[in-house]
């Protein structure tokens, strides 16, 4: 039997924020070693710690800008393909991981994937905890993928006849990310 891998759900909220803060959890994507976000992230929850968001803010607000995030453009086949990668301002991560990781909602989050479990279906993209000492970096996570989505599915194919299967060719390309944050923009009369 495989050994199942120990998700975000299974720590407590202080332990989840802990996890989020990582260098590794913020930007996943691999980057070459001596880009290292620990010093950032540290500076950014010392400095806000507890600190209301809107206490943080001055006149303007991060929607009022479009360039809040980094974007980067990252070769996804080594031709032509491109995949639009964002790396989040600091600043707005810590807020976001803060709110998320605060207690009461943390066990509201838990609650809602224990209460919407159900048995035929697998929430197998959940962020994973790293091993205490991996052959390679993110082992870990490369393994459960391979166990939850390669190995399961082999399984499944075992007990259905027929297979549905779909791929979406370089969607990232078709998608505009000026467009979602045009609709998420509040609507000035």
């Not at 332990?15 to 500076?43: G, I, W």
């Not at 299967?165 to 370089?170: E, L, M, R, S």
């Amino acid at each position: 039997m495989k050994k199942q891998a120990t998700t975000i759900l299974e720590l407590n909220h202080e332990e989840a924020l802990n996890f989020l803060m990582d260098t590794q959890q913020f930007c996943s994507f691999e980057l070459p070693e001596y880009f290292d976000f620990q010093k950032v992230l540290n500076f950014v929850r010392t400095t806000i710690a507890e600190k209301p968001y809107d206490d943080c803010l001055s006149d303007k607000r991060p929607d009022d800008f479009c360039d809040t995030n980094m974007n980067i453009l990252m070769n996804k086949d080594g031709r032509y393909g491109i995949r639009p990668i964002t790396l989040p301002n600091p600043y707005l991560y810590y807020f976001m991981a803060r709110e998320l990781c605060e207690k009461t909602n943390w066990m509201r989050i838990k609650d809602c994937f224990s209460h919407f479990s159900v048995p035929h279906i697998t929430a197998c993209a959940l962020p994973v905890l790293p091993e205490e000492k991996e052959p390679f970096n993110k082992a870990t996570i490369i393994l459960n993928w391979w166990n939850q989505m390669e190995q399961r599915s082999l399984e499944l194919s075992l007990e259905y006849k027929y297979m549905f299967v779909t791929d979406i060719t370089n969607c990232y390309g078709s998608v505009n990310p000026q467009t979602i944050e045009a609709l998420r923009a509040p609507v000035k009369p």
